[in-house]
């Protein structure tokens, strides 16, 4: 089973920018589609984005197209979420996901999560 573990979040103001990281083990991450989730107090945790096994497929929650932007670099095991503009309701824990297919990923068909990262936009 892959590890994950995510880094990156912190605390922003609305407009600015930070820049996500999940780190995978194990020398099969080229074989999984991967994705962000998050979730915020109160609601389910919902897609943000997924990106095929070779980076060439994305997929965005419309909430966040535009904004946000998934990329991975596989002989690093990392995959990225840079997220721009962002806005108060981005708040949420984000969370890092592998799975069998970036499609089937938006609908939460994952194989391991990450243990998440706080983001925090202030107004």
């Known amino acids: 089973q892959v590890q994950l573990v995510e880094s990156g979040g912190g605390l922003v103001q609305a407009g600015g920018s930070l820049r996500l990281s999940c780190t995978a083990s194990?020398?099969?991450?080229?074989?999984?589609?991967m994705g962000w989730f998050r979730q915020a107090p109160g609601k389910e945790r919902e897609f943000v984005a997924t990106?095929?096994?070779?980076?060439?497929?994305?997929y965005y929650a419309d909430s966040v197209k535009d904004r946000f932007i998934i990329s991975r670099v596989n002989t690093k095991n990392t995959v990225y979420l840079q997220m721009n503009s962002l806005k108060p309701e981005d708040t949420a824990e984000y969370y890092c996901?592998?799975?069998?297919?970036?499609?089937?990923?938006?609908?939460?068909?994952?194989?391991?999560w990450g243990q998440g990262t706080q983001v925090t936009v202030s107004s």
């Open positions: 194990g020398p099969t991450f080229s074989e999984y589609a």
């Open positions: 996901a592998s799975g069998p297919n970036a499609w089937y990923m938006r609908d939460g068909q994952v194989h391991s």
């Open positions: 990106i095929s096994w070779s980076g060439g497929t994305t």
